[in-house]
């Protein structure tokens, strides 16, 4: 098939003139493993003198980031797969035209959220230098998103951008994965490749000393790149039809109750990457209750804004409770007052997600797009 122009094969690859069928309850949970993160972050403000944040839904709620990584694999596969049966350098351009469109708007809102706010601290006599997250050379690698591909000494700028970063090397390696996956018509292999790739996660951390998935700018990369191999395998097989006549009504609570008993009673990450592949494939599957659930419009919409929410919250959390951190109010902060300001702070939160979906992730998507196509 010939293509008249770069635009044409933008719009195409973008899903404007290709079928894809949708899958709410994917979309869904990645609204829930965002809402996780943020229990994460705002773990040590609501829990201040109450012991909670000891408990294992709060303490590992960062497994919400391991879940967005297998689970960015399966989508882009689902979308995307078929777009690379043949390699093309203008297929590739489109796509990544594509990926830069849907991150880096927010990426760089966000970015200059926390420099404003860096000169904000300067002038109120806070040194410029001697600040580890705030080097220059920090800021251009955030510039580029290259900032936790393993060179960096320490987390910098938009923290929470660290994950970005790794999935952008993704995106850059994708329509590698995807020509060498399109073809293949496997089920319960392409599983086993699922597995041997969260295999070498294990593996990999474990020879690098590390007990958990737990890892950002250092070894996030690794985290990263296994996870969404094996989110793309899990696609595969999902794609073959092979597996239609499993029991996935009862594979999905199993899947459920595998995760949290991984995450929550054994406390070990490693044992939780097998329930999320096997999580993320019966909910594509949608046959259960749980997927059913997933798969509602409020939930649903919670996934379609939760990159937004994802970026924002950290910065939010910091910024509402600098009163508090920076007073005698916060020293001698009871758990009461922790808990009422961490309302407000939820609100806010929701508040500037929303705003920054509406007025900055969408409409820059859109009009990024447009551009391309003039």
């Known amino acids: 098939?010939?293509?008249?122009?770069w635009s044409e094969k933008l719009s195409a690859i973008g899903g404007e003139s290709k079928p894809v069928a949708?899958?709410?309850?994917?979309?869904?949970?990645r609204g829930i493993a965002a809402l996780w993160v943020v229990m994460w972050h705002a773990r040590t403000h609501f829990y201040a003198g109450t012991g909670f944040s000891d408990i294992a839904f709060f303490e590992l709620a960062w497994y919400g980031v391991?879940?967005?990584f297998m689970l960015s694999g399966f989508i882009l596969c689902h979308v995307h797969l078929q777009d690379f049966r043949k390699m093309t350098w203008q297929a590739t351009g489109a796509f990544i035209y594509l990926r830069f469109s849907r991150i880096y708007p927010v990426h760089l809102f966000t970015l200059a959220i926390v420099v404003a706010f860096f000169f904000f601290t300067v002038a109120l006599g806070k040194p410029m230098d001697g600040r580890p997250r705030f080097?220059?050379?920090?800021f251009a690698a955030n510039l580029f998103l290259v900032q936790s591909w393993g060179w960096a000494p320490n987390?910098?700028?938009n923290i929470l951008a660290w994950s970005i970063s790794t999935e952008w090397l993704m995106y850059l390696l994708f329509p590698l994965i995807a020509y060498l996956l399109s073809r293949l018509q496997w089920g319960v292999r392409a599983l086993i490749c699922a597995a041997l790739s969260l295999l070498l996660l294990v593996v990999s951390f474990r020879l690098l000393g590390l007990e958990s998935t737990y890892s950002t700018y250092r070894f996030g990369v690794i985290r990263t790149f296994f996870s969404f191999v094996a989110g793309c395998f899990v696609y595969v097989a999902y794609r073959s039809g092979k597996l239609e006549s499993w029991p996935w009504r009862a594979l999905e609570w199993i899947s459920v109750v595998w995760l949290l008993s991984a995450l929550f009673f054994w406390r070990s990450s490693f044992a939780a990457l097998p329930a999320v592949a096997l999580l993320i494939l019966s909910l594509a599957m949608g046959q259960g209750a749980v997927s059913r659930f997933i798969g509602l419009r409020p939930v649903v919409y919670l996934g379609e804004i939760s990159y937004s929410l994802y970026m924002v919250h950290m910065i939010v959390l910091e910024l509402c409770f600098l009163p508090l951190d920076y007073t005698r109010y916060g020293i001698d902060a009871s758990p009461a007052l922790s808990l009422a300001w961490l309302c407000m702070s939820f609100l806010v939160v929701a508040a500037t997600t929303l705003w920054t979906y509406n007025h900055v992730?969408?409409?820059?998507?859109?009009y990024l797009r447009r551009l391309a196509g003039r």
Request: no cysteine; hydrophobic share 45%.
């Open 1 to 5: 098939m010939k293509w008249s122009s």
């Open 22 to 29: 949708r899958l709410p309850a994917l979309t869904g949970v």
């Open 66 to 68: 391991d879940i967005f």
């Open 135 to 138: 080097g220059l050379d920090l």
């Open 155 to 157: 987390e910098s700028w």
């Open 361 to 366: 992730e969408k409409p820059a998507r859109i």
